[in-house]
């Protein structure tokens, strides 16, 4: 359940599929343009309701509730060995074996 | 108000007039061409007066730094004698993190001048970000429209980042699925809110990077006692290389301009199923390519993006190299930096290999780093999409398929595009059903477009 003035992610479909440009590859033109947004809910919704919210900059823009308090998840990734073997390899033909 | 695509889309030059303050048929000719010099000075602003107004941002005169340690490796690839010294122009250390705030200068300045109260968009890259931090500091409102998630709402991490670094600095981000037609959603928003269009491609934006050409003009002889022999610019868009070869040239520069891009051939820029397959979201052939034949596919109806005009050559790098060469920058000189901005290094690498040492090679930006945005979190991000990660041979990756780190820095090389064919393919572009009306103007036009002569235009004219 979300409140009035909760922060939340809204998305929406911009164009279905079959209003999609023409000049598309297929495997695009098979899915809707869809669009998300944040702004501050403006009346109680649940997760999935259509509800319209205030975004930063003032705009009222309508969509389905999809995230209260949306945040950023994305990090610097798994551990990936060959990124530390670059940086070895580089030094020692730079600066010599003894490195 | 009919809001359907199709509609949108039929009054998109009265929005674009209204959003960017300038009515671009008045620089169009009869026949084929326009005046793009005179596009241009329509701007209003000399390059003295573009330094102070970036200046009134803490914009520019970023540090321009020897790269002692990396040129010392591509000598150990060369033959004796070769490696000239590198030099990288720390754009990173702009406020917002990339040259693109020179380029949201302008824009945003422009927009507050005439008396709009914010600035929309269309970028998935580092202006977004520039855009945001000058609206900031410009006390106007900004909205920031990306293409950054498959149809299964997968985001490409560096886009992510980006958004993250938007919202940070105060603008709504308006994030949608793979499709060209985002622009017809930027032009939704342009008309809904009456904001001025901070577009890549306006004059504004790249008369705001010519001051980075001079800079490096004015920066190397001060430092090195005379020009550099090359500038190697990462090429997408065409508004960076366009920008720095303007700049350079107005300080009366002799260095040769080399573009350079990221293969990613192979690969459809609109295809959902491919978007997530690319390590790059910018700085690749994907755009440098069509932008540079066709840079009036843009959201102004006359780009001032025109790469053609300034490329003395055009080459290009693997994923792989590029990843390989930011993790040698953060390695051996110190510089953590984000991996697209290094496209034009990695080149800069080999192109040095064929210079004597005691030439000088510029690379001309680099850009922040974070989470998302960075070697470790996008080389991660391929692994998991299934991109065959390895050490090996450049030469042999495949766009989409893999990723091959040189198993030694000699293997890092550069292909060289074929600019006759890509000019022969603008002359075409510019062309289109006109072939037997052409007039002398016209065949003018094209030469500019080319960089080239007479001579070549009627021979790629007959050919048509």
Same mark, same amino acid.
């Given at each position: 359940?979300?409140? +009035?003035?909760?922060?939340?992610?809204?998305?929406?479909?911009?164009?279905?599929? *079959?209003?999609?440009?023409?000049?598309?590859?297929?495997?695009?033109?098979?899915?809707?343009?869809?669009?998300?947004? +944040?702004?501050?809910?403006?009346?109680?919704?649940?997760?999935?309701?259509? !509800?319209?919210?205030?975004?930063?900059?003032?705009?009222?823009?309508?969509?389905?509730?999809?995230?209260?308090?949306?945040?950023?998840?994305?990090?610097?990734?798994? %551990?990936?060995?060959?990124?530390?073997?670059?940086?070895?390899?580089?030094?020692?033909?730079?600066?010599?074996?003894?490195? | 108000?009919?809001?359907?695509?199709?509609?949108?889309?039929?009054?998109?030059?009265?929005?674009? +007039?209204?959003?960017?303050?300038?009515?671009?048929?008045?620089?169009?000719?009869?026949?084929?061409?326009?005046?793009?010099?005179?596009?241009?000075? !329509?701007?209003?602003?000399?390059?003295?007066?573009?330094?102070?107004?970036?200046?009134?941002?803490?914009?520019?005169?970023?540090?321009?730094?020897?790269?002692?340690?990396?040129?010392?490796?591509?000598?150990?690839? !060369?033959?004796?004698?070769?490696?000239?010294?590198?030099?990288?122009?720390?754009?990173?250390?702009?406020?917002?993190?990339?040259?693109?705030?020179?380029?949201?200068?302008?824009?945003?300045?422009?927009?507050?001048?005439?008396?709009? +109260?914010?600035?929309?968009?269309?970028?998935?890259?580092?202006?977004?970000?520039?855009?945001?931090?000058?609206?900031?500091?410009?006390?106007?409102?900004?909205?920031?429209?990306?293409?950054?998630?498959?149809?299964?709402?997968?985001?490409?991490?560096?886009?992510?980042?980006?958004?993250?670094?938007?919202?940070?600095?105060?603008?709504?981000?308006?994030?949608?699925?793979?499709?060209?037609?985002? %622009?017809?959603?930027?032009?939704?928003?342009? *008309?809904?809110?009456?904001? %001025?269009?901070?577009?890549?491609?306006?004059?504004?934006?790249?008369?705001?990077? *010519?001051?980075?050409?001079?800079?490096?003009?004015?920066?190397?002889?001060?430092?090195?006692?005379?020009?550099?022999?090359?500038?190697?610019?990462?090429?997408?868009?065409?508004?960076?290389?366009?920008?720095?070869?303007?700049?350079?040239?107005?300080?009366?520069?002799?260095?040769?301009?080399?573009?350079?891009?990221?293969?990613?051939?192979?690969?459809?820029?609109?295809?959902?199923?491919?978007?997530?397959?690319?390590?790059?979201?910018?700085?690749?052939?994907?755009?440098?390519?069509?932008?540079?034949?066709?840079?009036?596919?843009?959201?102004?109806?006359?780009?001032?993006?025109?790469?053609?005009?300034?490329?003395?050559?055009?080459?290009?790098?693997?994923?792989?190299?590029?990843?390989?060469?930011?993790?040698?920058?953060?390695?051996?000189?110190?510089?953590?930096?984000?991996?697209?901005?290094?496209?034009?290094?990695?080149?800069?690498?080999?192109?040095?290999?064929?210079?004597?040492?005691?030439?000088?090679?510029?690379?001309?930006?680099?850009?922040?780093?974070?989470?998302?945005?960075?070697?470790?979190?996008?080389?991660?991000?391929?692994?998991?999409?299934?991109?065959?990660?390895?050490?090996?041979?450049?030469?042999?990756?495949?766009?989409?398929?893999?990723?091959?780190?040189?198993?030694?820095?000699?293997?890092?090389?550069?292909?060289?595009?074929?600019?006759?064919?890509?000019?022969?393919?603008?002359?075409?572009?510019?062309?289109?059903?006109?072939?037997?009306?052409?007039?002398?103007?016209?065949?003018?036009?094209?030469?500019?477009?080319?960089?080239?002569?007479?001579?070549?235009?009627?021979?790629?004219?007959? !050919?048509?």
């Amino acid at each position: 359940m979300a409140k +009035k003035g909760d922060w939340v992610q809204i998305h929406t479909v911009v164009l279905p599929p *079959e209003e999609r440009s023409s000049a598309l590859p297929e495997d695009t033109k098979a899915n809707p343009l869809e669009m998300w947004v +944040k702004g501050y809910l403006q009346q109680d919704a649940e997760i999935g309701d259509e !509800a319209e919210v205030i975004t930063r900059t003032g705009r009222r823009a309508r969509g389905e509730v999809v995230k209260v308090n949306p945040y950023f998840e994305h990090n610097f990734g798994f %551990f990936i060995p060959e990124v530390l073997e670059i940086g070895n390899t580089v030094r020692k033909i730079t600066f010599g074996g003894e490195y | 108000m009919d809001n359907s695509y199709d509609a949108i889309m039929a009054r998109k030059n009265e929005i674009i +007039k209204n959003a960017v303050g300038m009515d671009f048929d008045k620089f169009e000719k009869p026949g084929i061409g326009f005046d793009y010099e005179a596009m241009m000075e !329509a701007t209003g602003y000399t390059i003295d007066e573009i330094r102070r107004v970036q200046s009134l941002f803490s914009i520019g005169n970023t540090p321009l730094i020897e790269l002692k340690n990396l040129t010392e490796l591509a000598r150990k690839c !060369a033959p004796e004698g070769k490696g000239a010294r590198i030099f990288i122009k720390d754009e990173a250390s702009n406020p917002s993190g990339s040259f693109k705030a020179r380029r949201a200068c302008t824009s945003v300045y422009q927009a507050k001048k005439l008396g709009y +109260k914010g600035v929309v968009t269309a970028t998935s890259g580092n202006y977004g970000a520039a855009v945001a931090c000058c609206a900031a500091m410009a006390g106007l409102k900004c909205i920031v429209v990306q293409e950054c998630y498959d149809s299964k709402g997968v985001g490409q991490p560096e886009i992510i980042e980006k958004a993250r670094k938007c919202e940070a600095l105060g603008a709504e981000v308006v994030q949608l699925t793979v499709g060209p037609e985002l %622009f017809s959603t930027v032009l939704q928003l342009l *008309e809904e809110t009456g904001y %001025f269009n901070a577009s890549l491609y306006t004059p504004f934006g790249i008369a705001g990077v *010519e001051t980075l050409g001079y800079e490096i003009a004015e920066q190397f002889r001060a430092k090195v006692g005379k020009d550099p022999d090359v500038v190697v610019c990462t090429n997408a868009g065409g508004g960076n290389l366009t920008g720095t070869a303007r700049g350079l040239r107005k300080a009366g520069c002799s260095a040769k301009v080399i573009a350079a891009s990221v293969n990613l051939s192979g690969l459809h820029m609109a295809s959902d199923a491919q978007f997530n397959k690319k390590s790059f979201t910018t700085g690749h052939t994907g755009f440098g390519v069509p932008y540079a034949v066709n840079p009036d596919h843009s959201d102004v109806p006359r780009s001032a993006a025109r790469p053609l005009r300034y490329m003395d050559r055009y080459v290009t790098v693997t994923q792989g190299s590029v990843f390989y060469i930011t993790e040698c920058l953060a390695s051996l000189e110190g510089l953590e930096k984000g991996p697209a901005g290094n496209t034009s290094l990695a080149a800069a690498f080999r192109l040095a290999q064929d210079l004597d040492r005691d030439q000088c090679i510029v690379v001309q930006e680099t850009e922040y780093t974070g989470a998302g945005k960075h070697i470790n979190p996008q080389l991660s991000f391929a692994r998991q999409n299934g991109i065959d990660i390895h050490f090996g041979d450049p030469k042999d990756e495949i766009p989409g398929k893999s990723i091959i780190l040189p198993a030694h820095p000699s293997l890092i090389q550069v292909t060289d595009l074929d600019l006759d064919h890509m000019r022969r393919s603008r002359i075409k572009r510019a062309v289109g059903s006109h072939k037997d009306e052409l007039t002398d103007e016209d065949i003018r036009f094209l030469m500019e477009e080319t960089n080239s002569d007479e001579a070549f235009v009627r021979s790629a004219i007959a !050919a048509l």
